[in-house]
């Protein structure tokens, strides 16, 4: 069975320019969600979907960073116009509905100059 | 508090055990997991605990669950220098039981 696969590994950016990250969930899974780590913290959730609706975005800064799977397939995260703090690596994970773990993809290191 | 703790390293002699530490915050966590990460990779499921048992075992890992402290530990036997990474514990919190919420990591290194 393939992994949570996502897209690009690694990305630098000058501040205020746009970013986007891609994520593929394993096959069936209904749930997705967008992690954000800091350097040498634990992820915290930016944004959890179920099938193409969002179940949990609370912490979302939502006037920089959106978030969309409109075929509840795979989805994309875009950061407009990105910060310094934004420096990161982005996972994404993804579970079956229903199910109590969660398997994650190998994030996308995203570095803002 | 409402944040996941955990020691931030510890650092074990080859062959020796680990035992890695973890206060979670909510009392309704159904299920509580334990991750690894290794440099530059993403997090890799261990292992986890349903909420209405005491210990669970899996090969060289025992995972010790004190609802009543809401203390989490993780022991590794005969640590290996492949063990080292960081280890993350993780609680599920909401209504639904859907938002997983982590701990900052233990750095575990061994030591040959």
């Known amino acids: 069975e393939a992994g949570v696969a996502q897209s690009p590994r690694y990305k630098i950016i000058e501040k205020r320019q746009s970013v986007a990250f891609w994520c593929n969930p394993i096959?069936?899974?209904?749930?997705l969600y967008w992690y954000q780590q800091i350097l040498g913290q634990g992820p915290k959730l930016l944004i959890q979907?179920?099938?193409?609706?969002?179940?949990?975005d609370s912490q979302l800064p939502k006037d920089r960073f959106s978030a969309e799977r409109l075929k509840g397939v795979d989805s994309t995260l875009k950061i407009q116009p990105a910060k310094l703090e934004d420096s990161a690596v982005y996972l994404c994970?993804?579970?079956?509905?229903?199910?109590?773990?969660?398997?994650f993809g190998p994030g996308t290191r995203l570095l803002v100059l | 508090g409402e944040d996941v703790e955990q020691s931030l390293f510890l650092s074990v002699r080859e062959g020796d055990s680990s035992v890695i530490n973890c206060t979670y915050t909510?009392?309704?966590?159904?299920?509580l997991y334990w991750y690894k990460q290794e440099p530059g990779a993403g997090l890799q499921l261990l292992t986890y605990?349903?909420?209405?048992?005491d210990m669970k075992q899996d090969q060289r890992l025992t995972v010790l669950l004190n609802k009543k402290d809401k203390h989490l530990s993780l022991r590794i036997a005969d640590t290996q220098t492949g063990d080292s990474a960081i280890y993350f514990c993780?609680?599920?919190?909401?209504?639904?039981?859907?938002?997983?919420?982590f701990g900052p990591g233990t750095r575990l290194s061994v030591l040959p």
């Open positions: 994970a993804s579970n079956p509905s229903g199910g109590e773990s969660q398997y």
């Open positions: 096959s069936g899974h209904a749930t």
């Open positions: 979907f179920q099938n193409n609706g969002v179940v949990d």
């Open positions: 909510d009392s309704s966590s159904t299920y």
């Open positions: 605990i349903f909420s209405n048992m």
């Open positions: 993780a609680e599920i919190r909401g209504s639904y039981g859907q938002n997983f919420v």
